[in-house]
């Protein structure tokens, strides 16, 4: 921003002054030229006898007057000299100053600027900021609203539930038949476990258990272990409930908490007393655990007495199986299938893990055999393996077979008989909802050999 000038100021000033000196030179003219005149008067009519004394008494004064006259023009003519140049130089001084000035004022008005701008982007990126971690926290509320309904409809629900039966009976209904809505499931279990844990709602060692076994077979560890914690404290020395609580507490990776649960349970309970689910739990748990010498030479302790105190259980074979490959003996892995099949009638687990083995070892015939024994094995009410993967290894192995007899030269008319067995076993495989997918693929090829 330019300084106005002002109304009056040096160049005013100049003009003022070189009227007076112009005026003061004329007075000095006109007082020369009136010296001038008298002197050539005075001149003219001094005394005759030449005596000039006279002349002098009267001419000097008026010559002193016109030198006096003289010099103060000249004195007038410097000094209005130097007043211009003072004048020329306040002039520039303050042209310096008004430059300076406005120089002062843009930076001033620039850095205000700046200062003002980046101010404003601060507070624009900490507002944006704060927008982005609400956001996701908004959205995320509107979806859980919209998915899982409001807590107040859940309570409705656990006001109606008058004890772990009730729970048990209701969580069994809706999860199976789907009568509970996807929106209020979290919440109405979350509240239910609420009451559990408050022991608003009550029942027996077996009503825990199962109110558990239902949220763990929805894979929710963590509600199944918040329900265990309380029976163990209600019935502290209930083998199955103890058990339970090892095995959901590995689910949730709560190593401390697995230790915990296992000294409790060899303090309840001297080994020959426990049960399959307690063998299992407790063998599962350990080998969940860092590997150690001091953990393996535990684990294969309690596995020794697993076969000892329940020789007829397949389980004990197979927790010995899965503990030898977790410590790298492979053989002794596979002796352990191996020794189940040749003592036990119904080895639905070791069988499939066996099938598996010689299948990927190219041994057809082997994986054939024992994929047919996990099928007879698997007919019981709660079997140890899935029946559809046995039949799926099964058409694997004589599907392999076959392609392997077809690439050695024998004609598929002579291999009838082995590709409807296949054919048969994968149908069956998908019959059970077998999924896998290599399947379909298998199926199509076989179909192409058939010639439909």
Known sequence: MAIAEPASGPVADSRSKGFWIF???LVGLVLVLIVAVLVIFLWSHRNDDGDSTGFLSVALPIIGTALVGVLGFLGVNRLSHFDEEVDKRVAEGLL?????????????RNTLAGVRAAEKAAVETQFRAVESRIAPLTTTAQLLEERFGSTDAAREIVGAIGSIRDARDYFASSYGT???SDRNKVNTTNAVIEEVEAKRILGDNSDYHNLATIFARRDFYEGAARVTTVGVDLFPSDLDLISDLIHYRMKIGDSAGIEEAIQRLEDAH???RWNWRAFTFVIDALNSLPPTDARMKKTLAVVAEYAEVLPTEERAYFAAHETFERY???????EAL????QKLPMTAQCSLRLAQLAHMEGRHDEAIESASRAIIGQAETQP??????AFALRAFARDAKLHRALLAGIPITQLEAELRAAWGDYQMAMKLDYVHPNLLSRVSILKFLVGE
């Open 178 to 180: 789907g009568g509970l």
């Open 96 to 108: 310096r100053l008004r430059g300076s000035l406005d120089q002062e004022l843009t930076e001033m």
């Open 23 to 25: 005026l003061a030179a």
């Open 338 to 341: 191996e020794a189940a099949e």
């Open 270 to 272: 001297p080994r020959s």
């Open 328 to 334: 790298g003996e492979h053989d002794r892995a596979r």
């Open 384 to 389: 140890s393996s899935d029946t559809g993967a």
